[in-house]
Nanobody
Framework: VQLQASGGGLVQAGGSLRLSCTAS????????MGWFRQAPGKEREFVAA????????YYADSVKGRFTISRDNAKNTVYLQMNSLKPEDTAVYSC?????????????????WGQGTEVTVSS
């Protein structure tokens, strides 16, 4: 499956952005989808994940209550709504997918990755 992320940009602290990740190549719905981010000089970190049905969602503590992950299987797209953005949210955000993911926060469990989209939050 090929993944294409979009929606990044420059926003002021307290603002919002919605990222999208569209899949192509294979049936999208059986895949667990995740969002990860990597800030300059830092390791990649887990942001959020969603089950194939959308019934279960998972969040890093740092974004809980501010970010919402959702998916539209009819459009082969997963979204990350980011509200109350902080300068520390600045990073390149990437989406990832796999059929079976035991530990949603472990990037090694995802076989498919999209290119990143850059999010910059100014103070």
């Amino acid at each position: 499956v090929q993944l294409q992320a979009s929606g990044g940009g420059l926003v002021q602290a307290g603002g919002s952005l919605r990222l999208s990740c569209t899949a192509s190549g294979r049936t999208f719905s059986p895949y667990v989808m995740g969002w990860f981010r990597q800030a300059p000089g830092k390791e990649r970190e887990f942001v959020a994940a969603i089950s194939w049905s959308g019934d279960s969602t998972y969040y890093a503590d740092s974004v809980k209550g501010r970010f919402t992950i959702s998916r539209d299987n009819a459009k082969n797209t997963v979204y990350l709504q980011m509200n109350s953005l902080k300068p520390e949210d600045t990073a390149v955000y990437s989406c990832a997918a796999n059929r079976w993911v035991a530990t949603k926060a472990d990037p090694r469990e995802y076989d498919y990755w999209g290119q990143g989209t850059e999010v910059t939050v100014s103070s």
